[in-house]
């Protein structure tokens, strides 16, 4: 491997994001996300179904805390089978554990969100809320390092047998990057601590060693969270850990199978769901639960690079390449099909029936980021960049209060009311979720985009988004640093500007989003003079206090249309603005949107606004619309098609359903003319 | 109402079919569909799942004999509690009921469809066959008239104690459907004999008397049986029994939450599904399960006319509009969602995912027959039309060994094997089907179809189909015979020439097809002098013997188009010829049949051909692929479209899927030039 190339990400504090586009969503989940997941977690939302999860954290306490005193048989044991047990309606709650199994990672998706938010953006107040949560986190603690509530309150006994559905090594996954990120931000370490005790204990358990366990998680996201506390700690044995997770999964005969006691070759179930399949080198396709499945890649993309495993890389890059030319909407959605929220077949990309869970979006760009660490090609930032302009953002209405699990390319609100197959495209974007994932991922994921923008080695620096930004770079004994000014993706102009006390060597090398066709760079007014490799523009130079970088990226609006093979889309076409999908609602263009139709070969114009959706380009372009005539009978005969003129109004993808529920279309049928 | 326009259909031993397009429907129904059946039923179809409906027949049979030999005590009480007991995979099979628990209509539906062919095809064979059936079926009745194996073998304690789910009222409807058209076919009386004392135990049961029960059956079809009871019979209180069931439908409190107990408000069911939500006279559109909705419709229209009840023929008309206006495919499908094989909402008419069981279209001409017995009217005849040409005949392979349950309007082979969301949509047509009821339900409809193509009354004679063949019509004293030549849909000339010894008066109506735009009729070479009412063409004359009725349908090949509230058609059209729904195949036009447009003003040609297909007019009209550009990412700039010009060929789409698996569409894109 070229490890040359290899990159890691900027420390957060390193990096003040002054991005317009980012900082308003990081604002947003700064105010509002923040404060209401801490009141969701503790039950505390009206109307909303109650998390638990602070609860179960207490209850676990106080069983460890009598376990630690009285010895085992003073717990209650309360039979742990239940996916979900729930309190009975309108009875007393008693001191047992309810919700989903997973629930204790409402808490740790939380404290991820806090600590990124407190690296930008100190608020003492926050953080000694965050501190007594972790006080009880901690608490509840198992002796030997062991932290999941549902088995701790429930049975111990039975941790770690039911690896495939219910959840505790993904508990674990997102204890440990909740306390990186915590750690990250403040620095302080009490609950990194206990998420590595717990990653001991399971690494006691676990692990190719004669006598030890052989499963692997049937969620995954321990794998890429071993990877981070490899990169946060230096301990080789997380990242074995990670591996051996990785290359068990799969394996035959199959751990599940043996784990559930399924023997009869008739009851074998099918592990795509899970990838686990059959070993991850030999996974072609992408397939199964779309989260699932980016965070497993993502874990191996981490694994693949500090371990050198060429075959390891070898199938992340055929996994990449099934997702980005066969399984992505151009949103950066994935998931095509809500059965099992899952990756479907190759091209089956329907609009309006798709499942495109922002979580999944998010998880794409976990995995587009290890890509790029492990080697920077602007294919990777070009996806990354696609999720986290579109298919990200629009989980979230604009004053944060509401979110969407899924991200329709297209939505018709009586559609998604009657017909059974669009009913979990649910409109508007609800308040909370039982299964809370969503939102709170939405909110860890825009608090560190920094970390997605930018990384680094020893000589490169590489920006592999255009977020504004200052940011410190080391080298050597001078701190160099870089002013990003941009105001993308509405403006074409990204200004970088250098600071140094003395001149510094580093190479700069920025992305050449694979959307701009007439990308240039001025370095302090002249042309300047650079290496393209792998879509990135290499600018190897000494940098003085001054310097300026111009990046000039002009940003038409274009039609694009989808490969033949999706055959949903033939024959039409969706706008694009750099990196941003457009789209239409109801609200600009009157109901029925599927008679529009877009003139392909029609001028588009711009124009800058600012109101309900924010400070915005929205776009306007040459269309017609159908006039329906008036039928007496359902089928008639086919007469002369009569349209209107119309001018389409395009907004931004991620800005609809803001303004009322009401369709949405982004494909659009087109003709030239 | 108008009773001078209500009629009857004509005995079917009156007319004999020689109908081209019938004809062959009802030669491979009796020589493929009627032996294989009769294996089915009797479990001998090697690997198919068992019937075990006759089997299920003998043992009840055992069990009454013991009944009345020993007291009830003898009799071996299994819980009577599963839909669909089975027997233990490869354990050996007890003396008890296995099966759905309305596996005695598949009887039922077989003596149905034998007792059709027989009044048109004598055959002692066959018959004889029938007659020991018969004697086997009517050992299993009880001494109180009771026939449902299910109950008889399980616990004949339980009892319409589930009205709901477990289906006994519906055997009782089959049943009876079934005795009468044995009765019919053969004269011979014994299982009608059965099927009245069964329904005379029911009417003990049943009723608004105090102390009787009062549900109603969960799945339909008593009601229009017992109506056809009444005409046999003459018998009121069949008849009275038909207008309880539906009267007491809907009901608050609900009949069927009485049934099951459920008492708190939050567990309600929502009947919609069973046509039980409200009252009957106050539903206002088409909901629910379409094959149970319609034969409730149809039951209900039988009362109406019986009754002459004006509010449920509102409450039928009602229900009709709301079918062909808003619920129903250009084939004469309806039920365009599998969620409960069920209508959707008004105008959701999705192509590729819809279910259209051929069993609910069969339905559907049944409801529009009883329509048109009590108003003649061309739009019922219209659709019982379009159903008998196009969706229902598509539901059985050409040679008669395969069926579909559902008819798509397109279907790709991929996307119907892993896309979840269509897998209902099977290819090819299946060999036979546990829920067997689409087969035999194909064969009692096409052997029957002179049923519905002609109906009289004492002055009048209706056609409402231009099904060729020779009836007798009795006019006072003498008998005239109407010899109706026809090679329809094929050909647009229809003649029919009277027999008489005698000069008769009598009117005949002949239905104008709502898709010809140029009918004629001429009579003895003049042109007839008659009066339109209502889409029929009444001619009242004189009749003498070698009188000749020429009747002119000029068939152009026509494209039509759905409403534009039907958002999946907008921009399409899809081709007719005469009441023949055309479609493209793979076979015929390539892959990717997305691709292709057709020229809404191009010319269609005809071809008559002899194959694989039958005897058929295939058209081919002018259109257009697109080129698939070879795109290396899956989202590309948009770039002007090339096309090339093709020929495309339309089948009928009655006729698809003969020839091995492959793509099919109906409806096109279209373009002018």
Known sequence: METQYYSKGIPLRNIQVTDRFFKRCMDTVR??????????????????????????????????????????????????????????????????FYGFVFQDTDFSKWIEAVGYSLAQHPDKELEQLADRAIDVVCAAQCEDGYLDTYYSINDLSKRFTNLKDFHELYCFGHLTEGAIAYYEGTGKDKLLK???????????????????????????????????????????????LARFFIDERGKRPYYFDWEHLIKRAEEKEDYHYYQAHRPVREQTG?????????????????????????????????????????????????????????????FHLPNDRMYNETCASIGLVFFARRMLEMSPEARYADVMERALYNGIPSGMSLDGKSFFYVNPMEAEPEGCRLDPQRRHVALPRQKWFGCACCPPNLSRMMSSVAQYAYSENESTLFMHLYCGGILKKQCGDVEAQLEVKSEYPWKDKVEVCVEAESPVRFT???????????????????????????????????????DRVEISLPMEPVLYQADARVREDIGKAVLMRGPLVYCV?????????????????????????????????????????IKPRPMEKLYEPYREVSYEPVLIRYIPYYTWCNRGVGEMKTYLRCYES
Request: proline fraction near 5%.
């Open 31 to 96: 105010k509002e996300v923040i404060p209401y997941q801490w009141s969701a977690l503790n039950d505390e939302v009206e109307g909303a179904p109650p998390s638990f999860c602070m609860r179960n954290f207490r209850i676990a306490a106080a069983a460890e805390k009598r376990r630690r005193e009285e010895g085992r048989e003073a717990v209650p044991v309360f039979p742990a089978d239940e996916f979900q047990p729930l309190p009975e309606e309108g009875g007393p709650l008693e001191d047992r």
């Open 194 to 240: 206990a998420a590595r005790r717990f990653a001991d204990y399971i690494a006691s358990v676990f692990g190719p060693e004669e006598g030890k366990c052989k499963g692997y998680p049937g969620h995954e996201i321990a794998e890429m969270a071993l990877g981070k506390l490899y990169e946060v700690t230096g301990e080789e044995k997380y990242l074995d």
């Open 286 to 346: 992408a397939v199964g639960h779309a989260v699932r499945a980016v965070y497993l890649y993502t874990g191996m993309a981490q694994v693949a690079k500090y371990t050198g495993d060429e075959s390891l890389k070898k199938a992340c890059e055929r996994l990449w390449e099934s997702i980005e030319r066969e399984k992505m909407y151009i949103t950066g959605g994935i998931g095509a099909t809500p059965e099992g929220e899952a990756f479907s077949y190759p």
């Open 508 to 546: 700069f090398a920025i992305r050449i989003p694979g959307w701009c066709r007439d990308f240039s760079v001025r370095i302090n007014g002249e042309q300047s003079e650079g290496i393209e490799r792998k879509g990135y523009w290499y600018l190897e130079r000494v940098w003085q206090k001054g």
């Open 585 to 625: 609602e109801e609200a600009d263009n009157g109901a029925n949107l599927d008679l529009l139709e877009i003139n392909a070969k029609g001028t588009f114009r711009l124009r800058e606004e600012k109101g309900e959706l924010g400070d915005i380009v929205t776009i306007s372009g040459e269309g017609r619309r």
